[in-house]
């Protein structure tokens, strides 16, 4: 249950439903195969990141940076936190990350969207839970299931679009601001425990 349990809470934290209303300009813009290779590249660069930190933990943030976990988490909320406020109130236009050829979207997908505060947060949390080989199991699955998510909606979004591309647009800022919502919650929850653990220290 504990595997499971890790493997949901990266998976709710990449939260594909959103993700694709971030990357809806590669949605449009490119072919399924084009798209899926893409997407799968920025895949694998993210899970290579969220098993460097699932496996060095704190260590990343104490042994390099020299800064503790509490202060990443209150400086991610925040970040996260405004994010979340630009697309409640501006929608899609608030986030335009993807110009440019499709060889450079690999990365724009894997570094602002996929691996950010919250994600990375999580692989810590994971590290934390389980053994290297069940953790870096854990976070491959939560990936894993995530782009196979997001594939799917782009076949739905390719099928859809040509019958009734209004609906279609108007879903899509509708779901972005509602998950942006969602986005906001986590934001805070992650301020809180940074201060806490700051609060336990004292």
């Known amino acids: ?4 349990a ?11 439903f959103l993700v694709i209303v971030y990357l809806v ?9 084009d798209f899926s290779r893409v997407l799968i590249r920025a ?3 993210a899970s290579a990141v969220f098993c460097c930190f699932a496996l060095l933990g704190d260590a990343v943030f104490s042994g390099i940076v ?11 909320g925040i970040i996260m936190l405004l ?9 899609i236009k608030a986030i335009e990350i ?7 979207i690999a990365g724009a997908i894997a570094m602002p969207v996929l691996i950010g505060p919250g994600t990375i947060s999580a692989s810590v949390v994971i590290g934390q839970r389980h053994d290297a080989p069940v953790a870096m199991f854990s976070v491959l699955t939560a990936v894993a299931i995530s782009l196979a998510i997001m594939l799917m909606l782009k076949w739905v979004h390719d099928y859809v679009r040509r019958r009734n591309e209004p609906l279609v647009e108007r879903y899509i800022e509708i ?3 509602i998950t942006a919502l969602f986005v906001g919650t986590i934001a805070v929850e992650m301020i809180m425990q940074g201060l806490r653990t700051w609060v336990e220290k004292f």
Do not use: C, Y
Request: no cysteine; net charge negative; aromatic share 12%.
């Open 98 to 104: 993807l110009r440019g050829e499709s060889e450079h």
């Open 1 to 4: 249950m504990d595997f499971f």
């Open 6 to 16: 890790s493997s949901a809470l990266l998976l709710v934290l990449l939260n594909p």
């Open 43 to 45: 895949g694998l660069i």
């Open 66 to 76: 020299h800064a503790e976990f509490a202060s990443f988490q209150v400086f991610g």
């Open 175 to 177: 779901t972005g601001r």
């Open 83 to 91: 994010i979340g406020v630009q697309f409640v109130f501006k929608g």
């Open 25 to 33: 300009d590669a949605v449009e813009k490119l072919e399924k195969r």
